[in-house]
């Protein structure tokens, strides 16, 4: 593997062996200047070396493989190969490719998940010269043997590490046993880690190397803050921050249950949101993409496996309400802003015992985050229930919305003697659930009763208990039953507190 290249950033497409009629082409859609990444590979994947791209997100990488795999296409016989981490990002990419080949007479295919497979294999036997796929949905069409790899010529892992992290790594190197040997592959990635590192040793051939920054590298025109707040205050400094910064915002949460309380959250605010995350449907995650880019949602929602996903040019601002879990996600969230030499703005909210995560975010970017004192922060708004459609992606807040009523499951709070179903208390008579306290009864988990019941767990017993429990009945009448774990007597004991972890931020 050759060292990083280091030459200087070329003022123009021209001289980096692009064929005429590809300069047209880009003239055309506006692509004047390449960025870095863009300028040192290009003229070393047009000849057709393998290489290995090391670059922040947002550098143009789309381009920098694009562009030599569309002119090698129309010179060479074979096919084309993309492989990416997510739905959104394939659509951005085969978008691209499209915009780009389309007076070439080039066709493509797109294989994600979600959509149905019928129009992907229709689009198959077309021949396409292009096919860009996430690695789940194209071994479901290698398993059905509706894809055909024995001519791929060209291979280009995008976001490689993000692949990785999502435990793609079975199914990349199922790929890549599949595609012939004799290859041109293009590895691009924001993150150099120990796997990839395996994955050019063994199935690349001497790689030329191309690192445009070090790794972690945060874009200089972004512009970021932390905050240091409660989990209780989280919603109203997100209530202050979206009054003082009027333009579009990306919030990012770990999780997509999360994500979509936000977004409810948001709207309560007098804001238009959306969300996208794993428990939307691909068409829902496309329509709120595309109401982010257009304007009709001003703030977008999303976990991190969108990060990498979503390619909008001028969002204002990325918003990390909660901690990524890998710091390396951190550098992928905050590449959504300030991309193509743009200014941009991120912020970042910390839990007061989270400094050792904020620690491992500096290490990665090398930089240490600074913390902006809390401003004022608004009173509570009322919270909005919302009762949502039937095609939304996640069912449990349709469940919990439904009106009390006696019947078997769902999700409530609380509701009349029947079976089933995780209740916080219910009358007498009836048997299972979860429950905090009930009568004589059996079943259920409960911190006290009266007599004549059986089974449970309870802190304290009377007399007239089932002969299961008679052997222990005398103790249990002159002592409380000793608690575990949590709780100071049986089940509905109140939590006990843990010793405080050390902070990390000052006070």
């Known amino acids: 593997m050759s060292q990083p290249q280091t030459s200087g950033e070329a003022q123009s497409f021209h001289g980096l062996g692009i064929a005429p009629k590809l300069l047209d082409i880009l003239a055309s859609h506006k692509y004047v200047t390449p960025t870095p990444i863009q300028s040192q590979s290009i003229p070393v994947s047009i000849e057709g070396k393998d290489m290995i791209g090391v670059a922040q997100t947002g550098t143009g990488k789309t381009l920098a493989f694009g562009v030599p795999m569309l002119q090698r296409l129309a010179i060479h016989k074979g096919r084309g190969l993309i492989l990416l981490p997510t739905r959104e990002l394939a659509i951005q990419v085969e978008e691209t490719l499209l915009k780009l080949g389309k007076d070439m007479g080039i066709r493509t295919a797109i294989l994600i998940g979600g959509a149905s497979m019928r129009p992907q294999i229709e689009s198959l036997r077309r ?27 060209i291979l280009v892992l995008d976001e490689a590490d993000r692949m990785l992290d999502m435990g793609f790594l079975p199914q990349i190197t199922k790929i890549l046993r599949t595609v012939p040997k004799e290859r041109q592959t293009m590895l691009f990635s924001a993150t150099m880690p120990e796997a990839i590192v395996g994955i050019a040793a063994h199935h690349m051939k001497m790689p030329v190397r191309i690192e445009i920054a070090r790794q972690g590298t945060l874009a200089s025109t972004v512009t970021q803050e932390l905050f240091v707040v409660r989990k209780d205050q989280k919603l109203r400094l997100l209530d202050r921050i979206l009054e003082e910064n009027k333009g579009s915002v990306l919030v990012f949460s770990r999780t997509k249950h999360g994500a979509k309380k936000i977004a409810r959250a948001v709207r309560g605010m007098g804001h238009t949101a959306d969300e996208i995350h794993s428990n939307r449907s691909l068409n829902q995650r496309r329509a709120a993409l595309e109401g982010f880019k257009t304007g009709k949602h001003r703030v977008l929602v999303a976990t991190d496996i969108a990060a990498r996903g979503i390619d909008v040019t001028g969002i204002e601002l990325v918003l990390n309400y909660d901690i990524p879990e890998n710091p390396d ?63 939304e992606g996640d ?62 767990y309870q802190g304290r017993s009377h007399s007239a208990s089932s002969s299961h429990g008679s052997s222990s009945q005398g103790s249990s009448q002159s002592q409380p039953r000793p608690s575990s774990g949590f709780g100071g007597g049986g089940g509905k004991g109140k939590r006990r507190k843990m010793p405080p972890k050390k902070f990390y931020f000052a006070s």
């Open 127 to 153: 021949g396409p010269h292009i096919i860009v796929a996430t690695p789940g949905r194209l071994i479901d069409h290698l398993e059905r043997r509706t894809a055909d790899l024995s001519d791929v010529r």
């Open 395 to 456: 069912r449990s807040d349709r469940y919990r919305s439904r009106p009390q009523q006696g019947g078997r499951g769902g999700y409530q709070g609380s509701r009349p003697a029947s079976s089933g179903g995780y209740q916080g208390s219910r009358p007498a008579a009836s048997s299972g659930g979860y429950q905090g306290s009930r009568p004589a009864s059996s079943g259920g988990y409960q911190g006290s009763r009266p007599a004549a019941s059986s089974g449970g």
């Open 329 to 391: 996600d951190y550098v992928h969230r905050i590449g959504r802003t300030g991309r193509a030499g743009r200014l941009g703005k991120a912020i970042t909210f910390a839990q007061p015992e989270q400094g050792d995560e904020v620690r491992q975010i500096e290490r990665t970017t090398r930089k240490m985050l600074p913390i902006t004192k809390l401003p004022e922060l608004p009173a509570d708004r009322p919270m909005h229930h919302e009762v949502e459609s039937r095609d």
